[in-house]
């Protein structure tokens, strides 16, 4: 839990909603691949206008979570 607050500090991450740029910068990809990410539907998204869109840092996690490669033996 310790490891995840700092990610989210050092992100500048205050709230559970944050926009693509925020975003971004939390998973620690170029804001090219974020938006290709977002396009291939591998990050869930929430529209609230046609030209606002919020990320739950939560799904987030998961797709990072998803993505992680684990060590074997």
């Known amino acids: 839990m310790r490891a995840k607050q700092?990610?989210?500090t050092a992100a500048?991450?205050?709230?559970?909603y944050m926009r693509a740029n925020e975003s971004?910068?939390?998973m620690r990809?170029?804001?090219r691949?974020?938006?290709?990410?977002?396009?291939?539907?591998k990050i869930p998204f929430i529209r609230l206008s046609p030209g606002v869109v919020v990320y739950r840092k939560s799904d987030l996690d998961r797709v990072m979570?998803?993505?992680t490669v684990r060590a074997t033996g």
């Open 33 to 41: 691949t974020f938006a290709r990410m977002k396009a291939t539907g």
């Open 24 to 26: 971004a910068q939390y």
């Open 65 to 67: 979570d998803r993505l």
């Open 6 to 8: 700092n990610r989210l």
């Open 12 to 16: 500048g991450v205050t709230t559970e």
């Open 29 to 31: 990809v170029s804001k």
